[in-house]
């Protein structure tokens, strides 16, 4: 353990820096991006102003290697193989690098990956009741590239009649039992705000937040109720709460903005509607089918006052924000469920254009994502260089380190100790199918490890999984046929497995120092060769280089 642990040591150092957390950056100068401009210059417009104005020097654009690491996480969910990195690194191409997010995003990797950060976008506590049905659903919809605002719509009017859009219900089903939670789950996952500071009295700290807020938007979703495993939604219903002062009120449907809706139904039923919807809803129920829609439907009221005119903003810079924080580290509004006055935007006007350019497009998914992961802010290099302290992370001047979710790691680690051999020369169908071999055989590793959060720590679960754990050295160390270390065994010089073994877990050559201490190490087991490239390759994959994004 002990010479593990040095090793491990050896490579630490060698692992990207990571900057440190600072404050805000200033706003840019108020600046003017024609609609029509691409995405990516628009935001390297904004970020570059707003890297002058606050007088830092951002860091260099990453290297070609780093660059297909951090495409290849991102959109697909794994590292690449060294095939990969060679091909890319090699080429002259000056477009080589839309290239490859072209061809990423066409993969069915992409549809997996993304799927399943859609999935923990919309339900970040773990709840997985009903995940399976609604992560098909995601990867139905993502792989037909539906419009965000088709999938908003899908989710909170699912058609459960509808073999293949009736996954989309899970989310609102694993909610209905407690209207707060769906009220401000809804809300923080569509809007990006928590009103549920709201709940009991305004919010202490943002006025735009009260509690008229908070009970008009439950006024929309509070009539909706499980009928037998369907969705049933009652025409009628009244919401009232008790203000800190005054007499009890009656909240109406109100959206975020304070734009209400008038709901001749928001009154006590009478005797006769209830019995007639009682005898309906047993009908529905005894026949297994879904409830019929009322005649006046909340939730179809918040999709269309939420969609409509300036209350379309919350929507699509909810959008916006969210995937700017899934590629870059940080919201351009930090924490992604506090939009309001009181929490501004790092590039106020980037944000604003960001959300116009997605409304406009028609809430193109793809679109925005292949944007952002070709702007120059989204390469910067995650090392700094510069004399100064690290900028600010609200800078975008230095790229920041991002955590590998559970699955990306567990396929990374699969990936590496696969012979990358075995993936060279396959057709693009045989690749894909090798790939998604390699993700589904990680997936009950990945079940071992914790969602990281944005104030990511190595938890001690992990830890012990990765320092001594029998899963990690039986699942993915072994040295048989078709290997990383099986290949290794066949190499004669410490030399050359050392560049093997960097190049297949991090996609780089080796440095003189990480060489020469390897090699050392290596030498030192004559006849225990095996054991030492295998301890050689856990000290790789379980050192921070390998663990983040960078």
């Known amino acids: 353990m002990r010479l593990r642990l040095l090793l491990l040591l050896a490579c630490c150092v060698l692992a990207p820096t990571t900057a440190r957390t600072a404050d805000r950056a ?25 890297i002058v104005e606050a007088n830092v020097i951002p860091a ?38 839309a290239k490859l997010v072209d061809r990423l995003i066409a993969s069915p990797g992409f549809v997996r990956h993304q799927a399943a950060l859609f999935d923990i976008m919309l339900n970040p506590e773990g709840d997985r009741r009903g995940s399976g049905e609604f992560r098909t659903y995601l990867t139905d919809a993502l792989k037909e590239n539906r419009p965000w605002d088709q999938i908003f719509r899908e989710v909170m009017l699912p058609n459960e009649s509808d073999p293949k859009l009736k996954g989309a219900a899970a989310f609102l089903r694993g ?34 937040w ?89 939730r179809a009221k918040l999709v269309e006052v939420a969609l409509k005119g300036e209350n379309a903003e919350y929507f699509a810079r909810s959008l916006s924000n969210r995937l700017w924080h899934r590629f870059l580290g940080t919201g351009l509004v930090s924490p992604l469920d506090q939009m309001h006055s009181e929490n501004r935007s790092s590039h106020p006007e980037l944000l604003a254009w960001l959300a116009r350019d997605t409304a406009t497009s028609g809430y193109d998914i793809n679109r925005l994502i292949r944007g952002i992961v070709l702007s120059k802010a989204y390469s910067r290099s995650s090392r700094y260089e510069g004399s100064e302290s690290t900028p600010p992370f609200k800078t975008f001047a230095v790229g920041r380190l991002k955590p590998m979710t559970p699955q990306q790691l567990a396929t990374a680690l699969k990936i590496a100790s696969t ?18 071999q390699a993700e589904s055989a990680a997936r009950g590793f990945a079940a071992l490890i914790a969602q990281p959060t944005d104030n990511f720590q190595i938890g001690v679960g992990e830890a012990l999984l990765f320092s001594n754990g029998d899963r990690l050295m039986k699942e993915f160390l072994t040295d048989g046929a078709g290997t990383t270390l099986g290949r290794a065994k066949l190499m004669k010089e410490p030399k050359e497995v050392v560049e093997f073994l960097v190049k297949t877990a991090y996609g780089r050559a080796a440095t003189e120092t990480e060489a020469k201490a390897l090699v050392g190490f290596i030498e030192k087991r004559k006849g225990r060769e095996a054991e030492a490239y295998r301890h050689v390759l856990w000290a790789l994959v379980t050192a921070p280089e390998f663990r983040f994004s960078y």
């Open 60 to 97: 260099g654009q990453a290297d070609d290697a780093t660059v297909i690491r951090r495409l290849t996480l991102d959109l697909v969910g794994r590292i690449p193989t060294a095939g990969e990195v060679d091909a890319y690194v090699k080429s002259k191409g000056a477009d080589k690098r």
């Open 210 to 298: 009260t509690q008229d807020h908070f009970y008009g938007m439950k006024a929309f979703l509070a009539r909706t109720f499980d009928n037998g495993g369907f969705l049933g939604e009652r025409g009628y219903g009244v919401i009232k709460y008790k203000p800190t002062k005054g007499p009890e009120r009656t909240a109406k449907m109100m959206f975020l903005t304070g734009a209400s809706v008038e709901d001749a139904n928001a009154k006590d039923p009478g005797a006769a509607e209830m019995k007639a919807e009682k005898d309906a809803l047993d009908k529905a129920k005894a026949a297994k089918t879904p409830p019929p829609p009322p005649k006046f439907s909340g």
């Open 419 to 436: 012979d990358p051999a075995s993936f060279d020369g396959l057709k693009p169908a045989e690749f894909e199918t090798k790939v998604e």
């Open 26 to 50: 200033p706003a840019p100068r108020a600046l003017v991006a024609p609609a029509s401009a691409p995405i990516e210059q628009v935001i390297d417009q904004f970020v570059d102003a707003a």
């Open 175 to 208: 909610r209905v039992s407690d209207a707060d939670k769906l009220t401000a789950d809804v809300s923080v996952a569509f809007f990006g705000v928590n009103v549920s500071c709201a709940q009991c009295h305004n919010h202490p700290h943002v006025e735009d």
